[in-house]
Structures are given as C-alpha cells and as structure tokens.
C-alpha cells in the first residue's frame, strides 16, 4: 500500500496521532459548547433572558468554528487512510514537511495556501 507514498510512515503516524487527539479535543469542545446550560441556577441577573440569548449566540458561533475544524481533521484522517494525505489538494505536488508539522490538518502546500 504504501510504494508510491511519497510520505515516511513513521511521521504519517505521528500526522494521525496528532490529529487524532485534536479530534478528540474538538470533540468535547464541541459538546461543551453546544449543550445549553440548563443546571445555571443564577438568580442574581435581572435581564437573564438577554444575556442567555446573546451568549447562547456565542456558544453556537464558536461550536461551528469547531465543526469547521473538526471536518478539516476528519478530512485529513481520511486520506491517510485512502493514502492520500500530504498531497497538495490544489496542485498536487507534497505538502512541505513543516506545513504539516504546524498544521496536520493542511490540505494544501504553503504555495497554495498563498493564494487561496
Ligand atoms: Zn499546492
């Protein structure tokens, strides 16, 4: 499976590694920013109702950030397992060795990332 990868497979491993645990971390994230604070039993605030709805507002926006960023990394998992991953999905060529190592999740090379 892995003759024509143009990728080490002991870094690729590390690549899933990575992403995996920032999966995990987006994932409990997510559930603890998109489930509503029902148990709150603060009384003290007289416009309650405002502040729940703007920071409920809040939370929403923040959660699909996450889920933006979720789908990137489920992206990325998927091409390692298709054996795809570190290819530039724009151009085509091997996305540089410190692109990945900031940012596993990248789908496309430092040039591309440019001009996008
Ligand atoms: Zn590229």
Not at 23 to 31: C, D, G, T, V
């Amino acid at each position: 499976m892995w003759y024509a990868y143009p990728m080490d497979s002991k870094n690729l491993s590390q690549y899933k590694t990575e992403l995996e645990k920032q999966k995990a971390n987006l994932l409990e994230q997510i559930a603890s920013h998109s489930t509503p604070e029902i148990m709150g039993n603060d009384v003290d605030s007289g416009d309650e109702e405002t502040d729940e709805a703007e920071e409920q507002g809040n939370r929403l926006a923040i959660a699909q950030g996450l889920r933006e960023d979720l789908t990137e990394i489920e992206t990325a998992l998927e091409k390692i397992q298709r054996g795809t991953y570190g290819i530039c999905e724009r151009c085509g060529k091997t996305i540089e060795t410190e692109v990945l190592a900031t940012a596993p999740e990248s789908a496309m090379c430092r040039a591309c990332k440019q001009i996008s």
